[in-house]
């Protein structure tokens, strides 16, 4: 029986996504085989589909890098059981072969939309606040914070005992962060401790202007755009700050701390302390229409695809 997936049939617009069937595979040693029940959208898959990755090429790509379901073939101890997996592609599928290194379980008590939307954007989260060292009763000023990742940086830096700020200038996404417990928001001349940014583009550098002395800044992503090649000199000119900026990717992580990390923050959802934030859920053959949602900039927290 063929298998389901999306592809990429030519780098550019979401109509480049297209629904064709691939042949099924068998996991190998130390594999789970996945049926797919959720998969996030991010905008990885967007670069992928635009080809802004060197040495890709299109055909036959399936995108998707995080995928929650049921293990039905593989190593033993997995099977029948729910897991969340971080992968390097095909997640727009009905299955998918995961190493055993990058899952974890999820609890009975959330859903698998809700377990693929904390996913990689609470990762992200969770080690850009540990690179940035948040502690307790600091500013912390969450750039994108309406986005994926933004809506879980607010939520874990409160956790963490922090005074949270949120960069947004959309009375809608204003409104539903206060939902999730942010209070404060951005006035364009505070000063913080920490900024955690997602966003990035041109306009980094006036950020980096509202650090106090011994400010952390960490860059996780780049919805906005890449910064100006010249972008860090601030930081060079404020020498007498002692500023500091940092990048965070996933990759630079193990699969043990990501997976470790993966399992305490699903007991945070299943314990409330954190919500899971879903913008819209689409079914897989849409997956042209969840490109255009999360491209339109109107998205509040997670898209993710149901097979």
Same mark, same amino acid.
């Given at each position: ?80 059981? @729910? %897991? ?48 940035? @060292? ?5 500013? %912390?000023?969450? @750039? ?13 830096a409160k956790l963490r005992g922090a005074q949270v700020t949120a960069s947004t200038t959309s009375p809608e996404k @204003? ?42 800044? %960490? ?89």
């Open positions: 029986m063929s298998v389901k997936v999306i592809s990429i049939k030519a780098f550019g617009s979401p109509e480049e996504l297209s629904v064709t069937t691939v042949e099924p595979v068998r996991a190998g040693a130390g594999q789970v085989l996945i049926a797919v029940e959720a998969c996030g959208v991010g905008l990885v898959d967007v670069f992928f589909r635009k080809g802004l990755f060197p040495g890709l090429s299109p055909i036959g790509f399936v995108p998707g890098v995080e995928v929650s379901g049921t293990v039905i073939d593989g190593a033993a101890e997995w099977i029948g059981k @729910r %897991v969340f997996a971080k992968v390097d592609k095909g997640g727009y599928a009905e299955q998918l072969i995961a190493d055993v290194t990058s899952i974890a379980e999820i609890p009975a008590a959330l859903s698998s939309e809700a377990a693929v939307a904390l996913g990689i954007n609470a990762l992200v989260a969770h080690f850009s606040l540990l690179q940035g @060292r948040c502690g307790k009763e600091e500013q %912390v000023l969450v @750039r994108g914070a309406g986005g994926g990742i933004g809506t879980m940086t607010a939520q874990l @204003r409104s539903m962060l206060s939902a999730l417990g942010v209070r404060q928001f951005d006035n364009g001349y505070e000063e913080y401790d920490v900024i955690i940014d997602s966003v990035a583009g041109n306009d980094v550098t006036s950020f980096f202007n509202r650090l106090k002395p011994n400010g952390r800044y %960490v860059l996780n992503g780049v919805a906005g755009g890449f910064p100006l090649p010249d972008f860090a000199m601030p930081l060079v000119t404020s020498l007498q700050k002692s500023l500091a900026i940092s990048f965070l990717s996933l990759n630079s992580v193990a699969d043990s701390q990501l997976m470790t990390a993966m399992t305490d923050i699903f007991t945070l959802a299943v314990q409330g302390k954190i919500t899971s934030v879903i913008d819209k859920v689409y079914l897989l053959e849409e997956a042209v229409s969840a490109h255009k949602r999360l491209e339109s900039g109107k998205v509040f927290g997670k898209v993710v695809l149901k097979v």
